[in-house]
Nanobody, 126 residues
Framework: EVQLQASGGGLVQAGGSLRLSCVVS????????IGWFRQATGKEREGVSF????????YYTDSVKGRFTISSDNAKNTVYLQMNSLKPEDTAVYYC???????????????????WGKGTLVTVSS
C-alpha cells in the first residue's frame, strides 16, 4: 500500500524556520518525483517544491526560491522541506505527494500528484 505521511508543521514567527518530513512507504522514493504542495484558506492549491531523488534534480516555485530547500534521504525513504525565513504568506496546509518520473514540472504544477498524504499545517505569525 502506497502511503505518504507528512509531519513537522507548527506555529512559528515570521523569519523562523520549520522542517517538514514526508515519510514514504509502499514504494521507493527513487522511483518517483516527490514533492510538496500547499493550500492556504480560500486559495487554490499551489505547487511548492519537487525532487527527483535518483537524479538529484529539484524544482522550486518562485516565491520560495532561496528560502526553502528540498532534500531526500534514501535510507529513510523520506523527503524533507527545510523552510527558512518564513513569511505570513507561507501559512497553509502543506501536502506531500508522489508522481511518476515521466511528468514535467509544468504538468505537475498544473495537475498535481498521483498520490497524496495527509497535510500538515504551517502557521507563520507576523
Amino acid at each position: 500500500e502506497v502511503q505518504l505521511q507528512a509531519s513537522g508543521g507548527g506555529l512559528v514567527q515570521a523569519g523562523g524556520s520549520l522542517r517538514l518530513s514526508c515519510v514514504v512507504s509502499g514504494f521507493t522514493i527513487d522511483d518517483y518525483i516527490i514533492g510538496w504542495f500547499r493550500q492556504a484558506t480560500g486559495k487554490e492549491r499551489e505547487g511548492v517544491s519537487f525532487i527527483t531523488s535518483s537524479a538529484s534534480i529539484t524544482y522550486y516555485t518562485d516565491s520560495v526560491k532561496g528560502r526553502f530547500t528540498i532534500s531526500s534521504d534514501n535510507a529513510k525513504n523520506t523527503v524533507y522541506l527545510q523552510m527558512n525565513s518564513l513569511k505570513p504568506e507561507d501559512t497553509a496546509v502543506y501536502y506531500c505527494g508522489a508522481v511518476s518520473l515521466d511528468r514535467g514540472w509544468g504538468e505537475i504544477m498544473k495537475h498535481g500528484m498521483d498520490s497524496w498524504g495527509k497535510g500538515t499545517l504551517v502557521t507563520v505569525s507576523s
